[in-house]
């Protein structure tokens, strides 16, 4: 998921009745709950780098533990921090003043793990995916009944986060005493609306799979099949069908029942492996994109260079090729019934110079160093 979802529902964490047993314990699972994205850090390598390391050792079960306990260090950095400027306070200590949270680090590192654990967890039921038993189990794993960016989670973490504040508002107007840790009752609320929302959305998949294995929508026997979902509908998919020859792609919706696939204009027929797409398996972004893409695509486009990039600067005798990588999962788009024109995103491009020399990699328009 992307990192509002993860931001919120750390807080949540925090909230639901961990903050009544230490101090800094939402600011511990906020951290936490995002911590594992820092593995972002390596697109400063480039963006293959960033492919094969995305979703790599922070997000996994072994890491996990490590990752809790990263942040209660910078946790502990900031508390060490905070108590040497009270210390060098030469006011006098004011008598009302209320005594602070006692700090319990067992609570800490407990609430730090768990947040961290549910960043696995969010990501998982998306169509990405991840490997949580990475190295020893390098496959990966992906729910695929949440899009990467839901904005009904969105506007129940909202609502948790916003209620306790404007109830508060209530109260100073009226003069009533402010209850500490307010919140908990809507931190559970939302956290427990969106494991409805994930069972909800894990049925409407298993029902949308169910219409299409009664249902002949291709012209040859399904080897495999996958479904893709939309953000807000839940009754919505995309669906993916492999033939021997041919992939095939249709609409689905569960609250009528209908199954939208044209083979005139959804038939994406399997390209032929030349020489110039063997030799660009075997290169750096294919070892990595071929691991990592389950339905990955890759095409010989012939003397077609990739936008924003130069191609390769040869001799006259010499002859270059693109070869593109993508990965069906995201070759729909969300606002439309039909995929998204054009190249889909998360590809990749490989120049092969006379059959199978790399010239240059990348993603996108960005180039490998």
């Not at 979802?5 to 939402?26: D, E, P, Q, S, V």
């Not at 998360?346 to 996108?364: F, R």
């Amino acid at each position: 998921m992307e990192p509002i979802t993860h931001f919120l529902t750390g807080a949540c964490i925090g909230r639901a009745g961990l903050n009544r047993k230490t101090a800094y314990a939402t600011l511990t699972a906020v951290l936490a709950a995002e911590a594992a994205d820092l593995d972002i850090l390596w697109s400063f390598a480039g963006p293959v780098e960033e492919l094969k390391h995305h979703r790599g050792i922070t997000h996994t079960f072994l890491a996990a533990p490590f990752v809790a306990g990263a942040v209660v260090g910078v946790v502990w950095l900031g508390h060490r921090w905070r108590e040497r400027l009270r210390a060098r306070k030469i006011d006098a200590p004011n008598q009302n003043a209320k005594a602070p949270q006692a700090l319990h680090w067992g609570w800490l590192y407990l609430t730090a793990l768990i947040a961290a654990l549910s960043h696995l967890l969010l990501d998982w039921t998306n169509n990405y995916g991840l490997r949580p038993f990475f190295p020893f189990n390098p496959r990966w794993y992906a729910g695929s009944f949440v899009f990467i960016a839901e904005p009904l989670l969105w506007a129940l973490l909202l609502l948790a986060m916003a209620m306790p504040w404007i109830f508060g508002l209530a109260d100073s107007e009226i003069g009533a005493r402010r209850k500490p840790f307010r919140g908990r009752g809507w931190a559970i609320f939302a956290l427990a609306g969106m494991v409805v929302l994930w069972c909800w959305r894990w049925g409407e998949q298993a029902q949308a799979r169910s219409l299409l294995e009664n249902v002949q929508v291709t012209s040859a026997p399904v080897t495999r099949m996958d479904l893709e979902p939309y953000p807000v509908n839940m009754y919505r998919w995309h669906a993916i069908l492999e033939t021997a020859d041919f992939y095939q792609t249709a609409e689905i919706n569960t609250w009528t029942g209908e199954i939208d696939s044209d083979p005139r204009h959804d038939t994406i027929f399997k390209p032929a492996d030349t020489p110039a797409v063997e030799a660009a398996k075997q290169t750096f972004l294919g070892k990595v994109y071929l691991d990592w893409g389950r339905w990955a695509l890759v095409r010989d486009l012939g003397q077609e260079p990739e936008d924003g990039l130069r191609p390769p600067d040869l001799a006259p005798n010499r002859i270059w090729t693109t070869v593109e990588f993508s990965d069906l999962r995201f070759a729909y788009s969300f606002l439309s019934s039909r995929p998204a024109a054009g190249r889909a995103p998360l590809g990749g491009w490989v120049y092969i110079v006379d059959g199978h020399e790399d010239a240059g990699e990348g993603m996108g328009n960005r180039q490998q160093k």
